[in-house]
């Protein structure tokens, strides 16, 4: 007899989200795809298992990475009922198994501490995760039925979980991370006279870890099946949200020598002040998963500032692996977090435990500043925003049923889980072409770490590489196919990474709240100013996506056609037309939007491309354009959208080395 057998590993999105540091927010979603994997390949050695989701452990690419596993297991097991629990049950062993394998590694260095709770540490690790599943037996061809009637009952398990106390409760201090646990350090371990024990622990004075925070901070995707201690000394360093930030830096070309001595001199005194330059480097070795893969491809940048490039590739190559000619070559193998003055405290704080006074860091800060000559910056116009992508599949469950219909439906299934898996491994590629950091890409969901600069152009990549490698060949059914939404979060590096998850998570779904899905979404969160919401189908009959008008409005601002003001302009000249009986033609507002931007760019704007923006602003600001708003309502949305592209624009031309233009070199260039 078949019985289909679901599985579901939780927590996902607390756990995950639940982060203070880059490391935290990639070693919690890699945990939890390394568990679903070692539940899965217990399922998979049981005799008579067929896996359907995910379709294999093993890599099917050319890099031989293996893939990463969703939360979500489904398979059939032939057998009796018996068989099914026997199968079930070894998965969830497998998993629990795999996670006191990592918290073991983890604390390692804090067991021989007398400060170190371990008996409330290994109760909250061993009450971590959740482990639901449900079978169903059925006759060939009601798989579908089967898998529906499954996924009801591992909802209805979810809905009816019953709590019970917890097992390691105390008055101990809460997580600072999260909340949720108790800290499993002694308070006295946090009294100035214990900073070389805070030191060895790593841990800052101000900052109390539970148990699973401590497994996050601490954890590492291991080498090999090594010592504790040697899977400590080559643990893979996560870029930090700062790295990712300033990587622009990392895509120009400059003298090389030059950031190099300086970069080395930077190095020698945060080394002074006890930081150790392991902690501080960029990925020390490859690694499967989520190390760095070789990829060899160019980057798209928009026309106007020079088009295709593989600045971003450089821009993560390990050092001595070839790259030469440009800055990432001296600065690979360094985080990015050291180019930021405000970090300086809190770097030398993180790795010794001791918060050092002004009087300490001076040295370190103009060594710093010696570096940032080099770079040709300064410390203000150092790049602090970065982005972070939270892409998901549209109408994956709707698909999927509808295929799974009727004779065959299991092998569909199979051949869309291998496609799956295709499309997570080339994601991780792109992220990393674009000089990105993956921190989870399982099935058809990405979350990411971008630079400004080529967030957009990683975010199309994506919805591309979806639909060529996951849908193409498919066949056709009575659903939609299944396309790709796109959130991409726009913020501070210093930004508390758990509000910065949440708003790419807010992005995406605003993504898909859009009719068809199928959507970008931007939400950006300044450090003043209102926050700002975009959002518009990846794909458009007038051919004029979110994504082609920003690069577009980018273009302009930078030759000075026009500027972030031109919308208030426009809206106050429009005025007469915004009353209860203000009505007008297209073309009355078509002449006054030409007539705004003849004063406002001073001729510098060739015919062409005026006629193009007038078309575009009387678009926006024409009732006839959208009637559902107000023509106010759409020139405050294009307000929004220039001050986006304002965004793009400092951060392309920092990528690719351009100085603002003077007025006349704009006025020569719109002739």
């Not at 926050?531 to 930078?558: N, P």
Request: glycine letters at 8%.
């Amino acid at each position: 007899m078949n019985h289909l057998l679901v599985v579901s590993l939780g927590p996902i999105q607390d756990f995950i989200s639940a982060a203070r540091k880059a490391q935290d927010l990639w070693f919690g979603s890699w945990l939890l795809s390394d568990l679903a994997r070692a539940a899965a390949g217990a399922i998979d050695s049981v005799s008579g298992v067929t896996l359907v989701f995910p379709e294999s452990l093993f890599a099917n690419d050319a890099d031989g990475a293996p893939p990463s596993v969703a939360n979500k297991i489904v398979a059939v097991v032939q057998g009796e009922a018996d068989v099914v629990k026997r199968t079930a049950l070894s998965g969830r062993a497998a998993m629990q198994t795999r996670l006191e394998k990592h918290a073991a590694r983890s604390f390692e260095t804090a067991k021989s501490s007398r400060a170190f709770m371990s008996v409330e540490a290994w109760k909250q690790i061993r009450d971590l995760m959740e482990y639901f599943w449900v079978s169903v037996s059925y006759e060939e061809p009601d798989y579908a039925k089967a898998l529906v009637k499954a996924e009801h009952g591992i909802a209805a398990l979810k809905n009816t979980k019953r709590w019970s106390a917890v097992g390691w409760g105390s008055e101990a201090p809460k997580s600072s991370i999260d909340g949720l646990r108790e800290s499993i350090f002694q308070e006295w371990l946090y009294n100035p006279e214990r900073e070389d024990d805070r030191e060895r622990l790593h841990l800052k004075r101000s900052e109390r870890l539970c148990g699973v925070g401590y497994l996050k901070r601490r954890g590492a995707e291991p080498p090999s099946d090594a010592d504790a201690a040697e899977a400590d000394r080559n643990r893979p360093v996560f870029h930090s949200a700062s790295h990712v930030a300033a990587a622009t830096l990392r895509m120009r070309s400059l003298d090389d020598s030059a950031v190099r001595a300086a970069k080395e001199a930077y190095v020698r005194s945060l080394q002074a002040l006890g930081v150790e330059f392991s902690r501080i480097e960029v990925r020390p070795r490859e690694t499967h998963g989520f190390g760095t893969p070789r990829v060899s491809a160019e980057v798209s940048f928009p026309d106007w500032c020079g088009g295709h490039s593989d600045a971003p590739l450089r821009a993560q190559r390990l050092a001595g692996d070839g790259a030469r000619g440009a800055t990432s070559a001296a600065l690979n193998d360094v985080d990015n977090v050291i180019l930021f003055p405000a970090r300086l405290a809190e770097i030398v704080e993180d790795e010794t435990g001791r918060r050092p006074d002004s009087a300490q860091l001076e040295p370190a800060r103009k060594r710093l500043g010696d570096l940032h000559r080099a770079l040709d910056v300064s410390e203000d116009s150092l790049p602090i925003y970065y982005a972070m992508l939270h892409a998901d599949g549209d109408s994956m469950g709707a698909y999927l049923e509808a295929i799974g219909r009727g004779d065959g439906g299991l092998a569909r299934h199979k051949a869309v889980s291998k496609n799956l898996v295709k499309f997570a491994n080339e994601a991780t590629r792109i992220v990393v072409r674009h000089g990105g950091s993956p921190v989870y890409t399982g099935g058809d969901d990405v979350l990411a770490f971008a630079p400004l600069p080529t967030a957009l152009a990683c975010a199309d990549a994506l919805r591309i590489a979806f639909a060529r490698m996951v849908v193409d060949g498919l066949p056709d059914v009575d659903a939609q196919k299944p396309t790709l939404s796109v959130g991409v979060a726009i913020a501070h590096h210093l930004t508390n990474l758990s509000e910065v998850r949440a708003q790419a998570k807010a992005a995406e779904a605003l993504a898909k709240k859009q009719p068809n899905k199928n959507a970008l979404a931007l939400i950006v969160e300044r450090r003043s100013g209102p926050r700002i919401e975009l959002v518009g189908a990846w794909e458009v009959s007038s051919g004029d996506s979110l994504h082609a008008r920003l690069d577009k409005f980018a273009g302009l601002l930078h030759q000075k056609h026009i500027s972030r003001k031109t919308a208030h302009d426009v809206r106050e000249a429009l005025v007469p037309l915004q009353g209860p009986n203000g009505q007008a033609s297209a073309e009355v507002v078509k002449s006054i939007v030409r007539g705004v931007l003849r004063q406002k760019t001073r001729g510098t704007l060739d015919e062409a491309t005026r006629n193009d923006l007038v078309a575009r602003l009387a678009n926006y600001a024409s009732p006839e354009g959208t009637p559902k708003d107000s023509p106010a309502q759409n020139l405050s949305r294009f307000g929004d959208e220039l001050d986006v592209a304002w965004q793009l624009c400092k951060a392309y031309r920092m990528a690719r080395g351009l100085r603002e233009p003077t007025d006349a070199a704009a006025q020569e260039s719109g002739r």
